[in-house]
């Protein structure tokens, strides 16, 4: 296993429905990330947290609202989704997120398979 | 503009064959390459990161190339093994952070007995 965990693993909820993803590392790394994978498509970078501090929101939807409440845990809530929302979240953390170079490992948890009806 | 481009999308070989997959990027400026395997259900697990003075690395049985000048690297999987089985990602980074990875759209590897 990576030392990341997400829970849950599998989710299906409807487009009104409020469902929260959860990720927990067990690294002691400073940040943390939040990927949509889409099939046939490049990982999408949503959130970036830094020690604790958000310093990246590429343009994610507001039904997307991520919460880090330290640098162990990181939430995505979600909210009146869409069909098109659906795919595979991934967490994934590093010892930082900007470094010199940036040579820094990013350590992925297995995903939720997100599926909205 | 920023782009990882992967071939072939797909490929299926016999166990115990070897293969080369390809990346292309024209990430500017270039700071370094990593190869990801994704196993189906997991997330991708970092197999190298090359710089860009490195040529070749290896880990076990994957062995990683990179070309700087032509911005082309490749992933040679040499005696596969079922368990190679999987969607290998390559991920270019312009060193500024990790909000600016560069992501290609993966191979997807199958080796059948």
């Known amino acids: 296993e990576t030392g990341v965990t997400q829970t849950p693993r599998h989710l299906v909820m409807g487009m009104t429905n409020k469902k929260s993803l959860k990720c927990e590392q067990h690294?002691?790394?400073?940040?943390m990330y939040w990927y949509k994978q889409s099939a046939k498509k490049p990982l999408e970078l949503m959130f970036v947290?830094?020690?604790?501090?958000?310093?990246e929101n590429n343009s994610v939807p507001s039904r997307f609202s991520p919460e880090c409440p330290n640098s162990s845990h990181l939430f995505l809530h979600l909210h009146t989704l869409q069909p098109e929302d659906s795919a595979l979240y991934l967490c994934?953390?590093?010892?930082?997120?900007?470094?010199?170079?940036?040579?820094?490992?990013?350590?992925f948890g297995p995903g939720t398979r997100l599926t909205v009806l | 503009k920023n782009q990882v481009e992967q071939s072939p999308q797909s490929l299926i070989i016999l166990e115990g064959k070897n293969c080369t997959l390809q990346?292309?990027?024209?990430?500017?400026?270039?700071?370094?390459l990593r190869w990801y395997k994704q196993d189906t259900g997991r997330g991708p697990v970092s197999l190298t990161i090359?710089?860009?003075?490195?040529n070749t690395k290896s880990n076990g049985r994957y062995t990683a190339t990179l070309d700087a000048d032509t911005k082309q690297s490749s992933l040679h999987i040499t005696a596969s093994q079922l368990s190679d089985s999987a969607s290998y990602i390559c991920?270019?980074?312009?060193?500024?952070?990790?909000?600016?990875?560069?992501f290609g759209t993966g191979t997807r590897l199958t080796v059948i007995p």
């Open positions: 994934a953390s590093s010892q930082e997120a900007q470094s010199e170079r940036f040579t820094d490992t990013q350590y």
């Open positions: 690294l002691g790394h400073n940040a």
């Open positions: 947290y830094n020690f604790k501090e958000q310093t």
């Open positions: 990346c292309n990027y024209t990430v500017s400026p270039f700071s370094n």
């Open positions: 090359m710089t860009f003075s490195e």
């Open positions: 991920v270019v980074s312009d060193g500024t952070g990790a909000n600016n990875l560069f």
